[in-house]
C-alpha cells in the first residue's frame, strides 16, 4: 500500500499548546448548531428509517486523520456529496495530518471534549478508547435499533462483532470488512532469471530452497564478476513460516488446536532458529543482516547496476525491485521439516479491523450519527469509500459488475484511490458474494494481489487474533512485553549469529519465565477466551 505526499490539509487544527483552547471549541457536537442538532431527535425531524435522515439540515463534526500530507481531497467523492443531500446531514470534516497527531491527540483526549465522530482506525488506538471509556458512547443499543446494515453485516460476519467487542461485553467502535483483500500476507519471492540461468527449478522444500541459495551465492547468477548476491536479504517471520510459525499480527503468538500459543519457546521455534543459523554461519544470509534499515534494504532490492538479492518475501515484487522486477516471480510456499507449506495471513481475508468509527459524548444526536455511519455500511457505499466513486474511479456495468477506471496519466492507481476516497480508514463492509460482481486489473495494483494469492491462500493458517485488552491489562502489557520482546529479539540474534542453539536453550526458556513469562501468557489468553465468547 503506497502512501504518496497529497496536498496540503485543509483543515487543521494547530499544534501547539495555544491550540488546547481552539480544539475544544472545534471538538464540540456541532459546533454552532448544537440546539439544532438536539432539536432534531426531540422532534418530529428525526426519521427512524428511510431518508432523508432528518427533515431539517443537521451538522456533524468528523475527526479523521489521514497519513502525511495527503490533504482532505477524499471529501470530494461524489458519494459523499450525494450523503449530505440524502440524509439531510451536513459534515464537518476535521482532517488531521498523522504529522503531528500523536500531540494533537494528547491535547484533545486532556480536554474531554471531542467532535460528534471519530473516523478512522488510525485516529485512537485499543488503549486510547478502553483508558477513555467515559469519551465513547456503548454502539450497541444503537447498532440494534438504527443500524439495519451493520447488523445484517455481522449476522453474516461473525468476525466482525468478535472484533468490535470490548472487554466489557460492549462496543464501542465500528468494524470494517474491506474489499477485494486477499488471505495471504508477504509470500516467497525469488529471482527466476537466476534460477533459469543456472538451470534450477523452483525450490519446494527448505532443502530444495537452500541448494538454491548455495548456488545464488557461488555461481555469479547477476554475471557481473562479482561475488555480489545476497541469496537471503532478510529476518523475519516470514523465514521461519515454513516451520509452522506463521504469526500474522507480530504478538509472538500462534493458536494451535484451539489454543493460544506462546512460541518462541517451542521446539518449532527452536527448529527454526537452527535453520537460520545455517544459512547465517554459510553466508547465505545478508552480512548486515542487524545493522541495515529499510532504506538499506531498499537500496539493494533497486542496485542500479545488476540485481544483487536472490530470495525474500514480498507483498507483490513490482512495489520492491524497480527496474529488475521483471526477473523476480512470486511463487508457492516453501515447505518445511514436516513436510506442511504455511502462509502468513488469515482464512477470512485480510480485511477486517475494529475502530473505524467512534460515536463519542459529546455527541448530542448519537441516533443521527448512527444512522449517517449505516449509510456506509452497503456494497456500492463501501467500495466508492475504497476505491472512488461510481462515475469517477468505478465503472458500473450493464451486467451488474463494477470495474474499476484506469487512473489519470503520471499517477499510480494506489495512489489515486487515496486521492478519491477514504480507502483504508472508514466504515465499510463487502459480502464475499458481491465481491464476485468486482472486476480488477490482474496485472496490477489490488487485482495483481489477488491473483498472487492464489499461490498460497490455501495454506493460511489461523492467527492468534487481534484481541482486545482491559484497562489493567494495558497497564501491565508495556513492562512485559518490552523486557521479554527486547530477550527474545536480542536471542534471536545471538542463536542465528553464534548458534549452540541446543546448549543455551534451557537457560533462555528459564530467563523468560523469571521475567514474567507466565503472567503475558494468561494476559494473552484470557483475552483470547474473550474473544471467542462473543456470540
Not at 108 to 119: E, H, I, K, R
Not at 448 to 455: H, T
Request: proline share 6%.
Amino acid at each position: 500500500m503506497v502512501k504518496q505526499n497529497r496536498k496540503p490539509v485543509a483543515k487543521k487544527w494547530a499544534i501547539s499548546l495555544m491550540a488546547a483552547v481552539m480544539l475544544v471549541g472545534l471538538a464540540g457536537c456541532g459546533g454552532g448548531n448544537k440546539e439544532n442538532n438536539t432539536a432534531a431527535v426531540e422532534t418530529d425531524s428525526f426519521n427512524k428509517e428511510g431518508l432523508p435522515i432528518v427533515k431539517e439540515p443537521v451538522t456533524l463534526k468528523v475527526l479523521t486523520v489521514r497519513w502525511g500530507s495527503m490533504g482532505d481531497t477524499f471529501t470530494k467523492n461524489q458519494w459523499l456529496i450525494d450523503l449530505e443531500k440524502n440524509t439531510n446531514v451536513k459534515i464537518d470534516w476535521q482532517v488531521m495530518s498523522s504529522n503531528d497527531w500523536a500531540e494533537q491527540k494528547s491535547i484533545l483526549l486532556a480536554s474531554g471534549t471531542l467532535p460528534d465522530v471519530v473516523l478512522g482506525d488510525q485516529t485512537f488506538t485499543d488503549s486510547d478508547i478502553v483508558n477513555n471509556l467515559s469519551y465513547f458512547r456503548p454502539l450497541d443499543d444503537y447498532i440494534d435499533q438504527y443500524m439495519p446494515n451493520l447488523k445484517a453485516a455481522m449476522e453474516e460476519t461473525p468476525d466482525m462483532k468478535k472484533i468490535s467487542t470490548f472487554p466489557d461485553g460492549k462496543i464501542y467502535s465500528m468494524p470494517t470488512r474491506l474489499p477485494s483483500r486477499p488471505k495471504s500476507s508477504r509470500q516467497p519471492v525469488i529471482n527466476k532469471t537466476w534460477l533459469d540461468k543456472l538451470g534450477l527449478k523452483v525450490p519446494e522444500t527448505i532443502d530444495e530452497l537452500y541448494t538454491v541459495l548455495k548456488a545464488f551465492k557461488e555461481q555469479d547468477p547477476n554475471g557481473n564478476g562479482k561475488a555480489d548476491e545476497i541469496p537471503y536479504i532478510e529476518v523475519s517471520n516470514d523465514m521461519i513460516s515454513p516451520f509452522g510459525i506463521a504469526d500474522l499480527n507480530t504478538n509472538n503468538m500462534l493458536v494451535k488446536d484451539g489454543k493460544a500459543v506462546y512460541y518462541p519457546i517451542t521446539e518449532e521455534y527452536k527448529e527454526g532458529m537452527k535453520w537460520e543459523n545455517k544459512l547465517y554461519s554459510e553466508g547465505l544470509l545478508d552480512k548486515e543482516l542487524f545493522t541495515q534499515d529499510a532504506t538499506m534494504i531498499s537500496a539493494k532490492f533497486q542496485n542500479p547496476d545488476a540485481p544483487i538479492v536472490g530470495f525474500t518475501y514480498q507483498w507483490t515484487p513490482d512495489a520492491v525491485f524497480g527496474k529488475w522486477s521483471d526477473q523476480y516471480v512470486t511463487i508457492p510456499p516453501v515447505a518445511g521439516p514436516d513436510g506442511n507449506r504455511y502462509t502468513i495471513g488469515n482464512p477470512i481475508g485480510m480485511s477486517l479491523n475494529r475502530n473505524e468509527l467512534l460515536i463519542t459524548s459529546s455527541c448530542k444526536t448519537p441516533e443521527i450519527a448512527a444512522r449517517w455511519a449505516d449509510q456506509f455500511y452497503t456494497n456500492e457505499a463501501s467500495i466508492q469509500n475504497f476505491w472512488g466513486a461510481i462515475g469517477t474511479v468505478i465503472q458500473k456495468n450493464d451486467n451488474d459488475t463494477y470495474t474499476l477506471m484506469d487512473p489519470p496519466s503520471g499517477t499510480s492507481a494506489d495512489a489515486w484511490y487515496w486521492d478519491q476516497s477514504l480507502r483504508d480508514f472508514g466504515p465499510k463492509y463487502v459480502s464475499p458474494s458481491f465481491e464476485q460482481k468486482i472486476v480488477l486489473n490482474p496485472e496490477a495494483g489490488d487485482g495483481l494481489k489477488l491473483e498472487l494469492d492464489k499461490l498460497g491462500s490455501e495454506y493460511v493458517t489461523t492467527p492468534f487474533p487481534n484481541v482486545m485488552y482491559t484497562s489493567e491489562e494495558f497497564e501491565e502489557l508495556p513492562t512485559l512485553t518490552t523486557d521479554i520482546d527486547t530477550y527474545v529479539n536480542t536471542m534471536r540474534a545471538q542463536f542465528i549469529s553464534k548458534g549452540d542453539i541446543d546448549g543455551n536453550w534451557d537457560a533462555y526458556v528459564k530467563k523468560l519465565n523469571d521475567m514474567g513469562l507466565d503472567k503475558l501468557v494468561k494476559i494473552r489468553t484470557d483475552a483470547y477466551g474473550r474473544y471467542n465468547s462473543v456470540k
